[in-house]
């Protein structure tokens, strides 16, 4: 699935939420649900700089596609890095590093998080892009 295609399905189903409690409430459940890291990937190396609270965000090149891996010790976060990596892991280094986030515009997340707590969501973005630079090189 295209990074693209995955994002209107993200909207779509934000669509179906009448108000931003219930949209909270759904993006926890996405956190729950988010596959545990590693612990040896829960290192400073993989912290997210400009996180009010801790994100780890690792990323492994398979079959020229890159997967991520992520925790928060905030639950709010953890839902927020599950929706990134819905639309990122899997995908071509190339393909990350040319998308654009609309997605978060269009379900208005931005706009409800706290200052800080947005802050946070540019930087985990810029930190999976800067992943896929960095695998970029890799592929032959």
Excluded at 108 to 118: D, F, I, M, Q, Y
Aim: aromatic letters at 8%.
């Amino acid at each position: 699935m295209t990074i693209q295609a995955i994002q209107e399905e993200i909207i779509e189903e934000f669509s179906m939420f009448d108000d931003w409690m219930q949209r909270y409430e759904y993006m926890i459940e996405l956190g729950k649900s988010l596959p545990l890291i590693d612990e040896q990937y829960k290192t400073d190396d993989n912290i997210i700089k400009g996180c009010q609270s801790k994100v780890w965000v690792h990323a492994e090149l398979e079959d020229d596609k890159l997967l991520f891996t992520a925790d928060s010790d905030a639950i709010i976060t953890k839902g927020i890095i599950a929706l990134l990596i819905r639309v990122f892991s899997n995908q071509k280094p190339k393909d990350i590093m040319e998308a654009d986030t609309q997605f978060i515009d269009e379900i208005g997340l931005k706009e409800h998080l706290s200052p800080t707590r947005a802050n946070g969501l540019v930087s985990m973005i810029k930190q999976m892009k800067l992943y896929a630079v960095a695998y970029q090189t890799q592929i032959k």
